[in-house]
């Protein structure tokens, strides 16, 4: 019964029907200092529900530079709270300088064991974990790290393979074959995570980190930015302030320059990128996995979700659900419910995803 009633309260408000800038009352939220051993603390938000807790969930972000401070991250996290879990969510500083790193993992490791220390996790509660994009690399090995203790993965818009991953973001392409339109704003992510392996001469490197978080910061969540040029004229902007000898490198790290992949991908080739694996791990996993992925994500192409549910089942039991409704940042998209059969096939797989998410973290 406290599944259904979890399953009706995130249905209502996670549904194709509902209200994206309204959110619920029942939560509140508080800042928590998660301290480690000779390393700077973790900030993280955690919060609480109105009444008895009955699960509790970390939330691990993707790449973004407000961390779980995204408006949209923000809602989700009160959105899972309000159906009785104790929600923590901890800021990436990788993650949120726009660059994948195994900081991460370290961050959202000592994140779930403080999930675990939480005055309201009771006896015999087992916390899950729930990522976005990127996210899913910290999720997965930390879930692997703390073996039983958690009690399961959803991972939404993962990835298995990050050669894969660098390719499609630079290119939109996986080795070579064209898959699906890409955002071209996430090139500068690229860059920022292969910076320090770059074959190129950079003179005021710091400088250039932050041209790309501006750029970033006057580019993303513009949609009209990621289709034609547009998004030409705000790296020119950007790259105006820049000293003319890093201007170029800006816009390389922008996809404005003709080849502007190769000194990637030449580090790809060259370069172990074990350390942005998940798959390493997956063989000390003990917890079950959900994989959900948009069929048209432009960030994680949904052939990742094939390979991370390959890579998974010889070890844990795993679902994977592909679904039109939601893309890679998690809206609703528009007229995929046009048809009957289409409508009914979308509504099973959102009923599917909305169980595994109203069972994530439960008490044993």
Not at 93 to 104: A, D, S, Y
Not at 175 to 194: F, I, K, S
């Amino acid at each position: 019964m406290r599944d259904v009633r979890a399953l009706l309260t995130l249905g209502r408000w996670l549904g194709p029907w509902a209200n994206e800038t309204a959110r619920p009352g029942n939560v509140t939220r508080v800042a928590r200092l998660v301290e480690r051993a000779g390393s700077s603390p973790v900030k993280t938000w955690v919060y609480r529900p109105q009444g008895r807790i009955e699960r509790a969930v970390l939330v691990c972000s993707g790449v973004h530079y407000d961390g779980p401070a995204d408006v949209r991250l923000d809602r989700l996290c009160r959105v899972i709270a309000s159906s009785g879990v104790l929600v923590m969510a901890p800021f990436f500083g990788e993650f949120m300088r726009l660059r994948v790193g195994p900081g991460v993992v370290d961050e959202a490791s000592a994140a779930f064991g403080a999930l675990l220390e939480e005055p309201d996790v009771r006896a015999g509660i087992r916390p899950g974990i729930f990522s976005i994009s990127f996210g899913s690399l910290p999720a997965l090995r930390t879930a692997a790290a703390w073996g039983d203790a958690c009690s399961g993965v959803v991972a939404f818009g993962g990835f298995a393979d990050p050669a894969i991953a660098i390719e499609f973001a630079l290119t939109g392409r996986v080795q070579g074959a064209v898959l699906t339109e890409r955002d071209p704003l996430n090139h500068c992510v690229v860059y920022l995570t292969l910076l320090h392996d770059l074959p190129l001469s950079i003179q005021r490197r710091e400088q250039l980190e932050r041209a790309w978080l501006l750029y970033a910061r006057r580019t993303w969540g513009r949609p009209q930015l990621r289709r034609g040029d547009g998004h030409r004229q705000v790296a020119q902007a950007v790259a105006d302030e820049l000293e003319v000898v890093d201007r170029q490198v800006f816009l390389m790290g922008c996809g404005l320059v003709p080849g502007s992949e190769e000194p990637c991908m030449e580090v790809v080739r060259r370069r172990d990128l074990t350390w942005m694996d998940p798959r390493p791990v997956f063989s000390q996993l003990r917890a079950p996995v959900t994989i959900i992925h948009g069929a048209d994500d432009d960030v994680i192409p949904v052939m990742q979700s094939e390979l991370l549910e390959q890579a998974l089942r010889p070890h844990v039991p795993v679902a994977r659900h592909i679904t039109g409704l939601f893309g890679h940042t998690g809206g609703a998209d528009e007229g995929v419910l046009g048809g009957a059969k289409s409508a009914l096939a979308e509504l099973t797989t959102m009923s599917a995803m909305l169980s595994a998410l109203a069972r994530l973290g439960r008490h044993t």
